[in-house]
């Protein structure tokens, strides 16, 4: 094992309940901290903070519309494709090769699911931990790729979508791509921490 | 080729259902789907307006400026296309700060902000530049200081120390993060010498 992930580990191990009431306390406080020092700020440097946040806000709901309809085309296939059941059939394909590589079998539909659709990752990435449970070594790498990776087809969507790109040129290819480092990433991250497969 | 994986998602899945006597699954799935999207898009307004209103003031006072300011030797490296005193900076480097901390709500509007600027540096073209790309590589890897969803759900399944995945994940999320710039350097390198 490297000595950076023992560090790691070790400072996980012993900071554990500090480091939860630290996280909790951050969480609740950042969001707070940023509205307060941005109205000061403004404030201070004599911009008419109410008037200005109307004018910015504004722009907020134009952008919201204009992505309904791309989010409505790209959801509507991912739900097709996958309440068919052909995106079972795809990963009941590429399982054996999956696991061929030494990939943990219960946790390939994750994987698959991850870039696709954020909601359905989060209800697998429930279910792995439920059924295997936490402290698990399924449990603990479903809990690291969801937290390590992101929606990909959801972002370009939304952000594309919302400027108005039509030629996405390779920025999926780059995205599914650096999906596929983080769950590799994660499976041995994993194994090595916390032992298993 | 969006167009292409489009058409390929939902037709593959219209045949699959006739072999596969889903049909009615997937007729469920054209409602289901847009639903959610609409869903989706109008529960972002909140949080677009609140965001894009306090950032616009945030840009007023100068913040956004000295901000990029505060980071531009890393990050005119990673986005070599826009000049350090262009806003885009400002909002690229809020919408990494934003996801950075986990404040997934504020992010999405900075992003879109960061892509607006950089349509208007690409002059207004409809097709992606190269920031863009680069930009929504680090993006989707999704670099995290506190997955904050994933340590409620292990918490809500009782587990001995729910932050415990803190440092993998970090650790996950830095190579896909590293892989992601890596590989967009890549992709560029070939379309710069295809012409």
């Known amino acids: 094992m490297p000595f950076s992930l023992i560090a790691i580990s070790t400072i996980a191990e012993a900071g554990g309940g500090d480091l939860v009431s630290f996280i909790n306390w951050l969480s609740l406080a950042l969001i707070p901290l940023i509205i307060a020092g941005i109205l000061i700020a403004g404030t201070i440097k004599k911009v008419p903070t109410y008037e200005t946040f109307v004018e910015g806000g504004k722009e907020g709901i134009q952008i919201a519309f204009s992505i309904i309809p791309y989010l409505v085309g790209m959801l509507v296939a991912i739900t097709i494709f996958r309440a068919s059941g052909a995106l079972d059939f795809v990963m009941g394909l590429l399982k054996p090769v999956f696991t061929a590589i030494g990939f943990p079998a219960e946790v390939v539909p994750l994987a698959f699911i991850r870039p696709i659709s954020g909601t359905a990752a989060l209800g697998m990435t429930s279910d792995l931990i439920a059924t295997y449970g936490p402290d698990s070594f399924i449990g603990q790498l479903a809990a690291v790729m969801q937290g390590s990776t992101d929606t990909t ?45 | ?51 894009l209103g306090l950032m ?8 956004l400026n000295f901000f990029s300011k505060l980071c531009r030797p890393f990050i005119s490296k990673l986005f070599p296309d826009i000049p350090p005193n262009h806003p885009a900076m400002g909002y690229i480097l809020s919408n990494l700060m934003a996801n950075f901390f986990g404040l997934g709500n504020a992010a999405t509007p900075l992003g879109i902000k960061a892509m607006e600027q950089m349509k208007a540096l690409n002059d207004g073209k409809n097709e992606a530049s190269r920031s863009m790309i680069t930009f929504l590589a680090v993006n989707t890897s999704s670099i995290t200081l506190v997955p904050t969803t994933v340590i409620a759900i292990r918490m809500t399944y009782g587990a001995d120390q729910p932050t415990d995945i803190v440092g993998p994940t970090i650790l996950a999320t830095l190579i896909s993060g590293i892989g992601a710039i890596l590989i967009d350097r890549y992709f560029h390198y070939r379309r710069s010498r295809r012409g």
């Open chain 1, 153 to 197: 087809l959801y972002i370009l969507t939304v952000y594309f979508g919302a400027v108005g790109i039509k030629k996405m040129g390779d920025a999926l290819k780059v995205g599914l791509l650096a999906d596929l480092i983080g769950i590799i990433a994660s499976v041995i991250i994993v194994s090595l921490l916390f032992g298993g497969a």
């Open chain 2, 1 to 51: 080729m969006v167009n292409l994986i489009w058409v390929f998602l939902t037709v593959i899945g219209l045949v699959y259902a006739m072999f596969n006597g889903t049909m009615e699954e997937v007729n469920e799935a054209v409602f289901k789907g847009s639903k959610e999207a609409v869903t989706i898009s109008i529960g972002l307004i909140s949080v677009l307006v609140f965001w």
């Open chain 2, 56 to 63: 616009k003031i945030a840009e007023e006072a100068g913040l």
